[in-house]
């Protein structure tokens, strides 16, 4: 079954620290990655999408990074600060030529960031 | 903003109401989405439109009823709702499919109280 498993489910950190946050999945075959950030009250906004061949992207403050051989993500957000309280999603897309789903989406982290 | 519109924001409304969400993009994408989301749970795919043809419909209750009169508009017909159909709907859009690279642009969603 495909899966996206988040960890973990929610974090608070002070203001200025960096934070990690995990991304499993079992969708194969793959096609590629997306982190998702979702304010309170808005929808989810792109923050990254990884094919197969990257292994790390970044974004400002946001690192994403990628091993397609043990199927995890991960996304660094470095010298936090207090907007970047949120939901992040990680959203994985199947490959649609196979018949696979073609997005699978992770339940989120729930981030705080407190001064 | 981000180019997805969606009205009205927050509704309440009762079991035996019938009410529509709207969505409007500004993007000139031909792809549109409904979402489902739900406290601690994964965003549900509802129904995708491409090129104003219904191209999904994830076992969605026929309760729901989407209307797609051109590529930039979107409807959710609701009708003799439940409880349980509380929940945050999320309206998308999309250049092509939401396979490979193309990216989803959401609107802020359509918060919905069932009484």
């Known amino acids: 079954k495909n899966q996206v498993e988040q960890s973990p489910q929610s974090l608070i950190i002070l203001e200025g620290k960096n934070c990690t946050l995990q991304?499993?999945?079992?969708?194969?075959?793959?096609?590629?990655l997306r982190w998702y950030k979702q304010d309170t009250g808005r929808g989810p906004v792109s923050l990254t999408i990884m094919t197969f061949s990257e292994n790390t992207k970044s974004n400002g403050r946001y690192t994403a990074t990628l091993d397609a051989d043990t199927k995890q993500s991960s996304l660094h957000i470095t010298a936090s600060q207090l907007s970047d309280s949120a939901s992040y999603i990680c959203?994985?897309?199947?490959?649609?030529?196979?018949?696979?789903?073609?997005?699978?989406f992770g339940k989120g982290t729930r981030l705080s960031v407190i001064a | 903003e981000t180019g997805v519109t969606q009205t009205p924001r927050h509704l309440v409304m009762g079991m035996t109401n019938k009410k529509s969400l709207k969505c409007e993009q500004h993007l000139g994408h031909n792809a549109m989405y409904w979402y489902k989301q739900s406290a601690k749970k994964p965003l549900e795919l509802m129904f995708v439109?491409?090129?104003?043809?219904?191209?999904e419909n994830n076992s969605v209750p026929s309760r729901f009823s989407p209307e797609c009169p051109n590529s930039s508009h979107l409807f959710l017909h609701l009708h003799t709702l439940q409880p349980e159909d509380s929940a945050l709907y999320l309206c998308a859009s999309s250049q092509g499919d939401s396979s490979g690279a193309n990216v989803l642009t959401f609107g802020a969603g359509s918060r919905l109280t069932v009484l």
């Open positions: 439109y491409n090129f104003k043809e219904q191209t």
């Open positions: 991304c499993n999945y079992t969708v194969s075959p793959f096609s590629n």
């Open positions: 959203v994985v897309s199947g490959d649609r030529n196979s018949g696979n789903t073609p997005l699978v």
